[in-house]
Nanobody, 113 residues
Framework: QVQLVESGGGLVQPGGSLRLSCAAS????????MGWYRQAPGKRELVATI??????SYVSSVKGRFTISRDIVKNTVYLQMNSLKPEDTAVYYC????????WGQGTQVTVSS
């Protein structure tokens, strides 16, 4: 099973940007779908997904602000986050959706002035 390691989180002011990375220990070429999730106190949600064909989808609260992408050569999935809001504060995780994969350690994103 491919292991995933998230990075790129941090403290940013409202309106700022961050790019999260999800580095895989092996090839992601054969993974049918991958996603970025976030966990805030009492709530976990799927934020963005990308399929092996490159199709993407987003939860409504981040549409137009977040962009998921992947680099097959680097075996890395990215989440570009722009116009960040305090409500985006959470621990962000990437995970293989199909096939279902394990959870990584996540990366903390804090949006605060």
């Amino acid at each position: 099973q491919v292991q995933l390691v998230e990075s790129g989180g941090g403290l940013v002011q409202p309106g700022g940007s961050l790019r999260l990375s999800c580095a895989a220990s092996g090839s992601i070429f054969s993974i049918n779908a991958m996603g970025w999730y976030r966990q805030a106190p009492g709530k976990r949600e799927l934020v963005a997904t990308i399929t092996s064909g490159g199709s993407t989808s987003y939860v409504s609260s981040v549409k137009g602000r977040f962009t998921i992408s992947r680099d097959i050569v680097k075996n890395t999935v990215y989440l570009q986050m722009n116009s960040l809001k305090p409500e985006d504060t959470a621990v962000y995780y990437c995970r293989s959706i199909n096939p279902v994969g394990s959870w990584g350690q996540g990366t903390q994103v804090t949006v605060s002035s």
